[in-house]
């Protein structure tokens, strides 16, 4: 389907929030509130007109306008509502008082994003709750004091935000929040405090960076003893004022840091880096950069006889210039040369909770397994193949929200398979360059995230119709699933009997 077929479809079924090509490779998705009428005048209000009376403020001010409920604090609740689930960090905002509005480069994730929201939009109750949680916690960070300095040198670092909060599950219950960078003694007694510092993907950590973007941009899968060495790195890079944050998000990208060490290089040197002046990376547009930049002029007649692409490409082969989500970075000392080689494929089997109601007088569903599974094996597939129409060529690789994962996986696509007369979840992962067994690992719990609360629940909310019943297809149903896993195939291949959870 075509973007502006997309697009329409969109607008059509999920009003008032539309979105917007703005045909330079970035959509929008958008919320304005002048644009409110009809059955959605003062979409949503409610909700912050509940949060005004809970908090002791009055709903409308001297001037008859709702003290809550502008664009910023719609801002903040749709990034409560998505708060570290996969493809999050690859949307940007630019609101105003007067709407809501987001954007991407990627029409699937505004999709994705904008249905699910509108989805908890529309649950009154679920919508007020959600405004209330997010509006109360950044009032309470707001309310904060701010002033962290190192005991070495107050002078010069004044007031710093601190760079990552995060919040972990101890062990073995309960939960501790703290702020990064932290002196070794209170690394210490956070460890005795939580059970362990040595804490990555897999465990129920939340981090939240200072600045949008830091934390999806470092190698997947950090424990939070790396997390303070680059909370410290950053905070020495702060001593003579805050760095380019998006200069430096777009070398952390383009340089694609394997360990922590490594990024915490590129963060001494990000003044080494710079955007250049094109919108997009393409031989012809970098081979015309170089000679305008170089004081080159072509007369327009012999323009033609140039060869911009055999030009570009080899200068680009020299330089080292890299296309980032922010934009085209380049570094000033020596060429940005990633490892980008060893492209592989691999499978990741998980197990698959098929539901199905109907056809009976109980309300419960019937959970189908064996053969009957099984014979739904080309319908469930149609089912999956319909619900990727939705994404590009790179499948569900769109949602990966660490951006060193998205730059190196190519594409991933979710399907079943049979094996020993039971029905599975399969997905294929094709990449452009080799990932590391970490990354692997870390790719591993991004796509059980996906499964379980972006496009798999998508897909688990919507029926396969088979006669009287309707079947429900689940890769990470918690509510109704057991022995949940997801494995490597080599590892589930040479398994016997029903895998334990392995993530």
Known sequence: MENGQRIKQFNKINSPFYIVDHENGK???????????????????????????????????DMGMFTHGSGYEWQTVFEKAFEGKPGSGRIKYDCEAGGFFCYSESLSVLENFGTRFRTVCMDGEKFAELVSTALKEAAEKENQTENVCDPARPQEYGRIKDVFTVEVKKQPYG??????????????????????????????????????????????GCTIRELNQVAWEVRE??????????????????????????????IRRHTEYQFLPLKSLSPEDYAWHVLQRDGARIPAHLQAYIKARE???????????????????????HPIRPSMEGAESFRLFSSLTISAYGGQASVQPVIVSGQEAVSMQTEIKNHIARSLKMYGDSGLAELLSNR?????????????????????????????????????????EE???????????????????????????????????????IMPEEEFMGNTGHPEIRL
């Not at 330089?319 to 000033?332: A, K, M, W």
């Not at 998205?406 to 080799?434: H, I, Q």
Request: with cysteine; glycine share 8%; aromatic share 12%.
């Open 404 to 444: 060193i994962l998205a730059r190196k996986v190519r594409c991933m696509r979710p399907d079943v398979e049979a094996k020993d007369g039971e029905l599975w979840g399969v997905l294929k992962v094709d990449t452009v360059a080799a990932l590391t067994d970490r990354e692997k690992k870390a790719l591993t």
């Open 175 to 220: 939960y501790e929040s703290f702020s990064l960078p932290m002196a070794e003694q209170e690394m210490a007694e956070a460890e005795k405090r939580i059970g362990t510092a040595e804490y990555g993907y897999g465990t129920e950590m939340t981090v939240v960076a200072a600045y949008d973007g830091l934390y999806e941009t470092l190698p997947p």
């Open 27 to 61: 959509f929008s998705l958008c919320l304005a509130f002048s644009f409110l009428t009809g059955e959605y005048e003062n979409f949503g209000q409610d909700a912050f007109n509940r949060y005004a009376l809970e908090t002791g403020d009055p709903v409308m001010d």
């Open 447 to 485: 796509w059980r995230l996906i499964a379980a609360e972006g496009w798999g629940q998508q897909l688990m909310y919507t029926p396969v119709c088979r006669g009287a019943r309707e079947v429900y297809v689940g890769f990470w149903d918690t509510e109704r699933g057991s022995g949940l896993f």
């Open 311 to 333: 030009f570009g490409q080899r200068m680009i082969e020299e330089t080292g210039p890299v296309q980032t989500l922010y934009g085209v970075i380049i570094n000033r000392v």
């Open 237 to 266: 890079s702060m001593i003579h004022g805050e760095p380019d944050w998006r200069l430096l998000l777009a070398a952390l990208e383009a340089e694609l840091p394997e360990t922590m060490e490594d990024a915490c290089q590129v």
